[in-house]
């Protein structure tokens, strides 16, 4: 038995009220005569059953070949359909996690996380096992950042990642991260890291230290460094971690004395702090997006790289100069830019920043050199806040589980960090150090993943529906409606505990506006293109699909059916509320 309100508008004009109409089928009746156009209201009765018919097709590929079963090398094993991707969406199969698929199966839909993964892939992760055991472990997104590593070591990352998507039926999206033009330590000669003791003479400078590199000292990335510091500064490295003092100049090298000893990592971020204020007039001047950040992104443009995140960002502008590049140099791939929110002027102007963007980070690694330590807590719950509001896809990044680079096991407060930022519903939770060079990447991975979900449940159980006032974001009476059509249909689901909404995009905002209300279910959000579909992977809630749809909902909905009844992921009964951007309507069924 399907119920279904549908809001009819042929050129995508908009609709009005809800009515409640004679159960007739598929019948179209206008209900508002405006000059031009007609708008109407369907109600659907139960959906005619193909599933015999359908389920041949399950395993065919996008192009129509016959897919080929695997095995996944995992504690669990998980039987995976290996399908050639085709961009084409006039697929007869479905393309889903295969993780997921196996979550669906085996524990039902409430329990599949929510909460998306991102690992930044280093040298203890970029082997194809290693990357294949985080996806099989849940990472969403990997982030490979250009501050380290060769670009044929990038690309050999992005090509494997890639190869497992295409082998293994994952949908891993790739997240390039730019260097940014910050001031930075260089890269210690080749050591992975270098103790700095209490009360040790450094120089810092801007001079190329021959090979080996003398004894501490430390090469740093801005010409106008010994102009710039002054005896008496303080030069604070990753924001604190290590201290130094500045005692002397002589030339381009700066003699610096170590007050808080520790550990100083290749490429390390440095701040120099002037009676307790940080130092940045001239940082303000240095360019966001430095020259080797375009050859950069002129490389993640070439790869196809699903996000660029942009380092440091000061403005809207630049945000929207390198959207428009993109465009211009990019035709028909569509990459997101990720704001990071890093620095006192992303702060500053965060809201035409995050309105700019396709989404932000709350990268509290810089931005804890940058702002008081205790002022990070606020402003990530303000960015995450923000982002949801203006309908954009949130990430909370660094040091989230940092003892677990060198520990098997988190530290308590570590974990009530991580379960703060998913009772806050950020979109995505990044590992940094600990995927890329830490001893457990996995075993951090395992606990971003069970932290996630048991806290995501426990909110469901104790029915804490927080009342944030989502605000309109659409920008047209269309996008209106489709808001006003994703709120109503989450608002149904949790009032009527439905099993799942359905949601068939092409864009994918559909998608991200049902994801924006984070239901109590999940959303399974069937897209036609695979580049489509690795982008969802980032945002709260949203299971991607990719499969080829029409514009004819009930075929839509009886091929989706038969496809995942036929893979075991729904069953007869199950209640599920489906939406569509082809179709503005609200359809709640139960599946035949
Ligand atoms: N591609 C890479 N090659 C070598 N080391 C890397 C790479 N990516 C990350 N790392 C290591 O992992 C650490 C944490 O990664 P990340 O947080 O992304 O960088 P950073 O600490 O420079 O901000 C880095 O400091 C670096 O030691
Ligand atoms: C994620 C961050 O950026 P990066 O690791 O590139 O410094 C951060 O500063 O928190
Ligand atoms: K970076
Ligand atoms: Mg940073």
């Known amino acids: 038995m399907s119920r279904s309100l549908q809001f009819f508008t042929p050129s995508r004009a908009p609709y009005f009220t809800l009515h409640k109409l004679p159960s007739t089928s598929y ?8 000059p031009s156009k007609k708008h109407y209201i369907t109600i659907t009765k139960s959906l005619s059953s193909d599933l015999d018919a359908a389920s041949s097709q399950v395993l065919d590929s996008g192009n129509g ?57 280093g040298p203890a992760t970029c082997g194809f096992e290693q990357l294949e055991a985080l996806a099989v472990g849940g990472m969403n997104v990997a982030r490979i950042n250009m501050c380290h590593g060769t670009r044929e070591w990038h690309q050999m990352v992005i090509e494997r990642v890639r190869r497992l998507n295409e082998e293994k039926g994952f949908a891993v999206a790739i997240m390039m991260d730019t260097e940014g033009s910050e001031i930075h330590m260089g890269d210690l000669g080749g050591a992975a890291s270098v103790k700095a003791e209490d009360g040790e003479i450094w120089t810092f400078s801007v001079r190329a230290f021959g090979t080996p590199r003398p004894e501490r000292t430390i090469n740093v990335n801005y010409d106008g460094f010994a102009e710039d510091v002054k005896v008496g500064d303080e030069l604070l490295v990753d924001g604190g971690m290590v201290r130094f003092e500045v005692i002397e100049k002589i030339g381009p090298d ?11 990592l290749p490429r390390a971020n440095l701040t120099f702090w002037r009676d307790g204020s940080l130092v940045r007039e001239r940082n303000a001047m240095l360019p966001t997006i430095s020259s080797k950040d375009w050859l950069d992104i002129d490389f993640g443009i070439a790869e196809g790289v699903d996000f660029i995140a942009i380092s440091f960002v000061k403005s809207a502008e630049v945000i929207k100069h390198l959207k428009s590049y993109i465009a211009a140099r990019s035709r028909g791939s569509d990459i997101a830019v990720i704001a990071k929110i890093e620095s006192i002027d992303s702060l500053k102007n965060l809201e035409e920043i995050v309105q700019a963007s396709d989404g932000a980070m709350v990268a509290r690694g810089d931005l804890g050199a940058q702002i008081p330590l205790e002022q990070v807590p606020s402003a990530q719950q303000k960015i995450v806040q923000l982002c949801r509001q203006l309908n954009k896809p949130v990430i909370v990044a660094s040091q989230l589980l940092e003892s677990m680079i060198e520990y098997p096991t988190p530290t308590r407060a570590e974990v009530a960090d991580v379960s703060e930022a998913v009772r806050q519903r950020a979109d995505a939770l990044m590992l940094s150090g600990e995927s890329a060079m830490g001893q457990y990447p996995d075993k951090a991975l395992a606990v971003l993943r069970s932290v996630s979900v048991r806290i995501e449940k426990w909110w469901r159980e104790e029915k804490r529906h927080e009342a944030m006032v989502l605000p309109d ?17 989450a608002k149904m689901a949790n009032n ?39 982008r969802l992977n980032l945002q709260w809630g949203l299971i991607p699909f990719r499969l080829g749809f029409s514009d004819d909902m009930e075929s839509n909905l009886n091929k989706t059916f038969s496809l995942l009844k036929a893979r075991g992921m729904i069953k007869s009964g199950d209640l599920v509320i489906a939406v569509s951007d082809m179709l503005q309507s609200i359809q709640v069924m139960n599946v035949p």
């Open 27 to 34: 019948t179209r009746f206008p209900v508002i005569n405006f």
């Open 65 to 121: 070949q016959t897919g080929v079963s695997g095995v996944l090398s995992a504690d669990n094993v998980v039987a995976v359909q290996s399908h050639a991707p085709s961009e084409s969406g006039a697929a007869a199969g479905i393309e889903v996690d295969a993780v997921t698929e196996a979550e669906l199966k085996e524990n039902g839909f409430r329990s599949t996380r929510r909460t998306k993964l991102i690992c930044t892939i």
């Open 254 to 264: 700066v003699k610096c004395r170590c007050t808080d000893p520790g550990l100083l």
């Open 473 to 489: 974001v659409g920008t047209s009476f269309a996008d209106s409606i489709s808001e006003e059509i994703c709120n109503s249909a």
């Open 496 to 534: 009527l505990e439905v099993d799942a909404l359905f949601v068939y995009t092409k864009t994918g905002h559909m998608a991200s506006l049902l994801s924006r209300c984070r239901p109590d279910c999940p959303i399974f959000a069937f897209t036609t293109t695979t580049s489509v579909r690795r």
